[in-house]
């Protein structure tokens, strides 16, 4: 295992993939003198830099010397601030060189086929209240259907409390056979939008739950309405038919304030319910091409490895799907901060490249409007392990997107539907980014983490990737995937870029990912306010 890592041929800021102590240093044929200890993931100076000139990785600028620095210098927040370059939309055709994919072209997943012509990777029945009157409404749906249909995990911490004051436990056990073995599930999407707000955040929120509404892992849904709300019934029809006019979808619609009581309201939605229900189990699981893959790119709890190991391996499994004629969406706008350049570069008409500016730079006017920006994205968690600035953390988060065209770029709740590689703007907050992922159509989601996290989404499959072989051994109840190999010299990018595709064929054809074996359901709606 080498002790550090250099990126880009350009760069003056160099990784610790060790800790270092004080003194000579010895790399790539040359010799460094660390002028203090340098932690793991954290990054130093190969040359001395002045103050304010910049500091470079992955080959641009991610910040600025505060004062003048040492060779060795370890890189902080005091001595460096983010720095990013200006960018322009070039007139340049950019050259992509395909990955071989010879290898997967007549590979399949089975997946649930829906009359629209896209593919599932679950067969769900969805649950959605329109205003956040309805929520008690769905929980009683929740416990009534789980519980009868064979849904209800039993939950191990009842036993748990109970022996911790010392009482008996007797429970009625939750039916565990499935009534419809072919439906993977109900799903409640609880939120707290739909009225008191701004219209627009109305209207934001009936376009993201019409995306999980037609969603290809979503079957059908039932939609609970209390009557008075900014968001309509038939406000949200109207968005459906202008967003997903070829979709073929089951929807009950009940609405609390036409019918007599509260019961009534909760047992006419399950009754309508179950009437689709064996309609919904004759679907089954058939073979489908790659090129049916909708995939999210996602990262959230970063560290100073997910830069060089998960999110390149993630970047090349990208690739590779795109080569394969998938969907790919890359998302979390604050954190391509600093590589707007090689977005602009990529993008394959320059109508493309105006509409990322366009949304970028609006996204961060507003949240200076606030006294914020985007350059105050880095977490504390981020900057303990070694992501100072918001263009170290944006160049290191960007090598998920991989190195294929640009093909579309699409605001918050536009579905995903041109091949190749698309940017969704949302915010760098990991469940409201995978939110919107879900809700432009992504049917799974490769997330990478380097201090981990447990996020998970209620219908689409997330496939949690750890950057390090230390968190994968600490939390593997959430990791699926240790990309800390590429560390240690056992993979290399490619190779685990490879085996993440495997794992996403396989997880697509049914295989439950740790998220779903905890029930890890996150749903936030972005209100389109300032959420970083």
Same mark, same amino acid.
Not at 272 to 275: F, I, K, N, Y
């Given at each position: 295992m080498s002790e550090v890592l250099r990126i880009h041929d350009e760069d003056n800021a160099i990784v610790a993939l060790t800790d270092l102590p004080a003194g000579p240093l010895s790399y790539q044929g040359r010799q460094v003198q660390l002028a203090e200890r340098i932690p793991q993931k954290? &990054?130093?100076?190969? %040359?001395?830099?002045?103050?304010? &000139? &910049?500091v470079t990785m992955y080959g641009v600028p991610v910040g600025v010397a505060n004062e003048d620095l040492a060779e060795g210098s370890l $890189? *902080?927040? @005091?001595?460096?601030?983010?720095?990013? /370059?200006?960018?322009?939309?070039? @007139?340049?055709?950019?050259? =992509? +060189?395909?990955? /071989?994919?010879s290898a997967w072209k007549k590979q399949t997943f089975m997946g649930y086929h829906r009359p629209d012509g896209k593919v599932g990777t679950a067969n769900l029945w969805l649950f959605i209240p329109l205003v956040f009157c309805e929520n008690r409404n769905l929980k009683f749906i929740e416990g009534a259907l789980n519980k009868s249909l064979g849904y209800e995990k039993p939950n191990q911490y009842e036993a748990y409390v109970a022996d911790k004051l010392e009482q008996s436990l007797d429970l009625r056990p939750p039916r565990t056979d499935r009534i419809f073995e072919n439906l993977d599930g109900f799903r409640? !999407?609880?939120h707290d939008g739909g009225c008191g707000g701004t219209r627009q955040d109305s209207e934001t929120l009936l376009r993201l739950l019409a995306g999980y509404v037609h969603?290809?892992?979503?079957?059908?849904?039932?939609?609970?309405?209390?009557?008075? +709300?900014?968001? +309509?019934? #038939? =406000?949200?029809? @109207?968005?459906? +038919?202008e967003l997903y006019p070829q979709s073929q979808k089951p929807i009950v619609y009940v609405e609390q304030q036409k019918l007599l009581s509260e019961e009534k309201t909760i047992t006419t939605a399950i009754d309508?319910? $179950?009437?689709y229900l064996p309609e919904v189990n004759r679907i089954q699981r058939e073979p489908a091409g790659l090129d049916k893959l909708v995939v999210g790119l996602e990262c959230g709890g970063s560290d100073g490895f997910s830069g060089i190991s998960a999110n390149p391996a993630i970047g090349r499994t990208s690739d590779l799907l795109v080569a394969l004629g998938a969907i790919t969406i890359l998302s979390e706008f604050p954190e391509l901060n600093g590589v707007e350049q090689n977005i602009l570069d990529r993008c394959v008409t320059r109508n493309l490249g105006e509409k990322f500016l366009q949304l970028t730079q609006a996204y961060e006017e507003r949240a200076q409007a606030v006294g914020s920006g985007f350059d105050m994205n880095p977490s504390p968690g981020n900057i303990k392990d070694g992501l100072i600035t918001d263009a170290i953390k944006s160049a290191g988060a960007a090598q998920k997107g991989g190195t294929s065209p640009v093909c579309d770029i699409l605001d918050y709740? #536009?579905?995903?539907?041109?091949?190749?590689?698309? !940017?969704?703007? *949302?915010?760098?907050?990991?469940? @409201? %980014?995978?939110?919107?992922?879900?809700? %432009?159509?992504?049917?799974l989601i490769l997330f990478s983490t380097g201090l981990g996290t447990p996020t998970g989404n209620p219908i689409t499959p997330v496939i949690k990737i750890s950057s390090n072989t230390d968190l994968s051994t600490r939390m593997e109840d959430i990791i699926d995937i240790n990309a800390g190999t590429i560390i240690t010299g056992e993979d290399s990018i490619e190779s685990m870029g490879e085996a993440i595709l495997e794992s996403i064929i396989e997880t697509a054809s049914g295989k439950p990912t740790k998220a779903m074996n905890l029930d890890q359901h996150d749903f936030i709606l972005w209100k389109r306010g300032v959420s970083l």
């Open positions: 954290h &990054k130093f100076l190969s %040359s001395p830099v002045q103050k304010g &000139k &910049k $890189l *902080t927040i @005091e001595n460096t601030t983010h720095f990013a /370059d200006p960018a322009f939309i070039s @007139e340049a055709p950019y050259a =992509w +060189q395909a990955p /071989d994919v409640f !999407l609880y969603h290809p892992n979503v079957a059908g849904a039932t939609v609970l309405s209390l009557g008075c +709300q900014h968001a +309509q019934i #038939e =406000w949200f029809q @109207e968005i459906q +038919q309508q319910t $179950l009437e709740t #536009e579905p995903a539907v041109h091949p190749g590689l698309n !940017l969704l703007c *949302t915010p760098g907050n990991d469940v @409201e %980014s995978t939110t919107g992922m879900a809700g %432009s159509g992504a049917n």
